[in-house]
């Protein structure tokens, strides 16, 4: 793994924090359409069970619940 490899895994693993509770326990789902025909990728939280969407490099809530 490079430096700036690791670097933006670090990016990821901060902005990865579940919209409900804020856990980062969140694991990604699969992925779906959302609002339109692009692919989002659906996370589903460990710790609420709530699913978010990851948006922007945001995971966000879907609304669903
Ligand atoms: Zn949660």
């Not at 856990?23 to 959302?34: A, T």
């Not at 939280?45 to 978010?52: H, L, V």
């Amino acid at each position: 793994m490079t430096f700036k490899g690791a670097f933006d895994n670090l990016h990821h693993w901060l902005a990865f924090k579940c919209p409900y509770c804020k856990s980062r326990e969140v694991f990604l789902q699969g992925y779906q359409g959302y609002h339109s025909d692009e692919q989002y990728a659906y996370h589903l939280c460990n710790r609420c069970r709530e699913t978010s969407v990851l948006v922007n490099d945001r995971l966000i809530k879907t609304g669903r619940s």
